[in-house]
């Protein structure tokens, strides 16, 4: 049974996602999928009015006529979203944590897709993967994932993303567009993502806490992994707070370097603050 709570959030989750996007996607009639929103269908002779930048030259040439290629409106883009729900996405040193703002993320693509008939799968993973909701069309299919997103407790588990790219790639699906939602807190995951990245369009959302990218000056503070367990006191004065701070730069640094290199667009968000902007110019790029 969905509480109250759930129910009341996903109703103003669907205003709230219908406001932000109003005259910006929806209006362009176009799918979140990268590209120009057209698949090729055929080649046929050119024809008065037709745009010169669809002539296949090669073709043309061959066959001593000119030809164009001809595209129809993509349709049928399946999109699933990978949403990490191990202890550490749970953390937050304010009013909102990771996992708030990954989940409210994903249920406005959902809702987004769903506009745009696009099918929609959800997979939730820690450690290993909890859950696997296989893609589908519909605003009862997308409420049903809205509510698991909503109503999911937290793993107290470590983070195993490769673990979870790697059941991406045995469901065998082609031509998805797969978004990764995590605080990327994980071991060297490089191996899975390249490939996957190569047979599905893969989209990464970070989301750190503002203390996951820069800790007060306040001398000495213990701290705990919230996976692991283990303590750990850090120095938080002087050079000691240069120290840490150029660790959590560096692994940010290095994390957009990992994406890069495996070809996949990183959205970078903050938990403590309101990311709708930086969805709007995200969602504005893939729409030209």
Not at 28 to 41: C, H, L, P, T, V
Not at 108 to 117: E, K, R
Not at 183 to 210: E, R
Request: glycine residues 6%; hydrophobic residues 40%.
């Amino acid at each position: 049974m969905i509480s109250p709570e759930i129910i009341k959030k996903i109703k103003n989750l669907e205003i709230h996602t219908r406001k932000m996007i109003s005259g910006l996607l929806l209006g362009q009639g176009r799918s979140i999928a990268k590209g120009s929103g057209f698949d090729f269908d055929q080649i046929r002779e050119y024809q008065s009015g037709d745009d010169v930048r669809s002539i296949d030259w090669k073709s043309s040439a061959r066959m001593d006529k000119v030809l164009i290629k001809q595209y129809r409106e993509e349709r049928n883009q399946t999109i699933l979203l990978l949403v990490d729900i191990s202890a550490s996405s749970w953390y937050g040193s304010g009013a909102q944590g990771k996992y708030d703002t990954l989940s409210h993320v994903a249920a406005m693509i959902s809702l987004i897709a769903s506009y745009h008939d696009d099918a929609v799968g959800l997979i939730l993973f820690a450690d290993e993967v909890q859950t696997y909701i296989p893609a589908q069309k519909g605003k009862k299919h997308v409420h049903m994932l809205l509510e698991t997103l909503f109503a999911i407790k937290p793993a107290k588990r470590q983070t195993d993303i490769k673990k979870a790219l790697e059941y991406v790639a045995q469901l065998k699906k082609k031509n998805m567009i797969v978004f990764l939602l995590s605080d990327f807190i994980d071991h060297d995951f490089t191996q899975p993502l390249q490939p996957l990245s190569k047979q599905h369009d893969v989209i990464a959302v970070s989301c750190l806490d503002q203390r996951e990218i820069e800790l007060p000056k306040c001398g000495f503070l213990t701290v705990q992994d919230q996976e692991t367990g283990q303590e750990i006191m850090l120095n938080l004065a002087g050079s000691g707070h240069a120290k840490i701070g150029s660790f959590l730069t560096s692994r940010v640094v290095e994390q957009q370097k990992l994406f890069k290199r495996a070809g996949v667009r990183l959205l970078s968000l903050a938990a403590h603050q309101n990311n709708d902007h930086e969805l709007i110019k995200f969602f504005r790029k893939r729409m030209t």
